[in-house]
């Protein structure tokens, strides 16, 4: 199971938060950092994947925040041989429209973000298809919400759910999590999105989509175009 937006800290956090999420059923979970913090927590990426190996797999995500589309593509060009995932935090329009029209930008995270609606439409699920960019909803924003802001945040879900179905963009489903505290097991993060409206088949596939984003960029540098790799060692 995979969970690609667990918010990054320092090294000694990361080790609890990560052990913790093991215990919980997690197979692997991505540390994300915004573009102010990441290159820092890069100097010790490597001892922390070591020192959990024996419990859980772990990467970094790099999560921008931006509500200029430009500074946005600069920071993705700037970064991406570096993060195994680029995420960027949705929620103004043009942010959205921007990020799903970039093919070098893997998620849109939270499009619905401090906004009354979904924040894509017909027009921007397209988008996402095209360059297959995926739409992240992120598990916090119900478990640290209350009342009317909570039932808005569930609608939204919805909305983006009826989008899914209709044109199949990559969808994946995170906790966002900032502590140990918003760790949940699998069994019960799974039941949550099951009954906001979500299927089996459906969660199951939004961590599948997770896992490609690793497995493709772990390869990006060898992709000619998508689809199509290069292979070094021909016999």
Known sequence: MFDLNVKGSSFEKNILLAKEASKYGWSHINFSYNQNDFRDALNFKNELIKELSDDISADYTLEIKSNNPNEIRRIANKFRNNASCISVVGGDLKVNRAVLENIKIDVLTRPYFRRYDAGINHVLAKEAVKNNVAIELCFNDVLRTYLAHRSKVISNFKDIYTLYR???????????????????????????????????????????SASDILEFNHDRDKMIFKGVRRIDDVP
């Open 166 to 208: 209709k044109y199949d963009f990559p969808l994946i489903l995170s906790s966002g999590a900032e502590s140990v505290f918003d760790i949940r097991t699998v069994h019960d993060f799974t039941a949550f999105f099951k009954q906001t409206g979500l299927s089996d088949d459906e969660i199951e596939k939004s961590f599948k």
